[in-house]
């Protein structure tokens, strides 16, 4: 009998993880660390980036990525990019206030083009690399009192679109997953600015505003996205790029 252990599948690898201290990006964390990959967790929250980082046998970077010097300074030698960190506002667009439109973009759409201009030469050298953009179904779709967050993800999905057209000579692959209502804490923080919008106690903002345009009458999990996420850093994706995977429900079916 062979006895020979295989390695896992993302052993040798090496992971940058944003906004990796909870929700999705922590679940990408550990998902990409139980598969072989070492981790950069990287977050503005010092404390939880330092206790995923402990757990998964990572290394924490405290990082505000509003800021440009922060982002200079992450590691440039990830073999895998997980752009995930992002942060939500909602009012109507005639109210929204410009200061955080502005951040909303600087995190969403000019900290990931920092960190892949920073990170795809050491891919390039390599002839190996992943790109996993963490977008959302409003990337491929609006919604109402979101246009900073809908503008971020929308340009998102033509930032991983490029990356997907240059990589692909180097080994390059960048792909988008676009999920519906994560169950995340900043989900849940959307449930008291939606019903303040729509003027709805909010026990009724699951049902009737998140979850109605949706075949699949639940929230997903942090698991799924992150499962996602290892699957297209596998061999049988490697001819997936520049694509953009729903994970919605049917939300994007209607």
Same mark, same amino acid.
């Given at each position: 009998?062979?006895?020979?252990?295989?390695?896992?599948?993302?052993?040798?690898?090496?992971?940058?993880?944003?906004? =990796?201290?909870?929700?999705?990006?922590?679940?990408?964390?550990?998902?990409?660390?139980?598969?072989?990959?070492?981790?950069?967790? +990287?977050?503005?929250?010092?404390?939880?980036?330092?206790?995923?980082?402990?757990?998964?046998?990572?290394?924490?970077?405290?990082?505000?990525?509003?800021?440009? =010097?922060?982002?200079?300074?992450?590691?440039?030698?990830?073999?895998?990019?997980?752009?995930?960190?992002?942060?939500?506002?909602?009012?109507?667009?005639?109210?929204?206030?410009?200061?955080?439109?502005?951040?909303?973009?600087?995190?969403?759409?000019?900290?990931?083009?920092?960190?892949?201009?920073?990170?795809?030469?050491?891919?390039?050298?390599?002839?190996?690399?992943?790109?996993?953009?963490?977008?959302?179904?409003?990337?491929?779709?609006?919604? =109402?009192?979101?246009?900073?967050?809908?503008?971020?993800?929308?340009?998102?999905?033509?930032?991983?679109?490029?990356?997907?057209?240059?990589?692909?000579?180097?080994? +390059?692959?960048?792909?988008?997953?676009?999920?519906?209502?994560?169950?995340?804490?900043?989900?849940?923080?959307?449930?008291?600015?939606?019903?303040?919008?729509?003027?709805?106690?909010?026990?009724?903002?699951?049902?009737?505003?998140?979850?109605?345009?949706?075949?699949?009458?639940?929230?997903?999990?942090?698991?799924?996205?992150?499962?996602?996420?290892?699957?297209?850093?596998?061999?049988?994706?490697?001819?997936?790029?520049?694509?953009?995977?729903?994970?919605?429900?049917?939300?994007?079916?209607?």
């Amino acid at each position: 009998m062979d006895t020979t252990s295989v390695p896992p599948p993302l052993s040798g690898r090496t992971a940058l993880v944003t906004g =990796a201290a909870s929700g999705i990006g922590r679940a990408c964390a550990e998902a990409l660390a139980a598969a072989g990959a070492k981790v950069h967790v +990287v977050d503005l929250n010092a404390r939880a980036a330092e206790d995923v980082a402990a757990r998964i046998g990572g290394n924490a970077h405290v990082a505000d990525l509003a800021d440009p =010097a922060a982002v200079e300074a992450l590691p440039d030698d990830a073999d895998i990019v997980v752009n995930n960190a992002g942060l939500q506002h909602v009012a109507p667009l005639h109210e929204f206030p410009v200061e955080r439109f502005t951040l909303i973009q600087r995190v969403m759409v000019e900290a990931p083009f920092r960190i892949l201009r920073r990170t795809l030469p050491h891919m390039y050298r390599q002839g190996w690399g992943r790109i996993v953009n963490i977008s959302s179904v409003h990337g491929l779709r609006a919604s =109402a009192y979101k246009s900073a967050y809908v503008t971020a993800k929308h340009g998102l999905e033509g930032l991983s679109k490029t990356a997907a057209l240059e990589g692909a000579p180097h080994g +390059v692959t960048s792909n988008c997953i676009n999920p519906a209502y994560v169950r995340t804490a900043l989900v849940e923080r959307q449930i008291a600015d939606q019903a303040a919008a729509h003027g709805i106690p909010e026990d009724e903002v699951v049902e009737r505003i998140m979850l109605d345009r949706t075949a699949v009458k639940r929230l997903i999990e942090p698991a799924e996205v992150a499962a996602l996420a290892v699957w297209l850093c596998s061999p049988p994706a490697a001819c997936i790029t520049g694509a953009s995977l729903p994970v919605d429900g049917g939300w994007t079916a209607r």
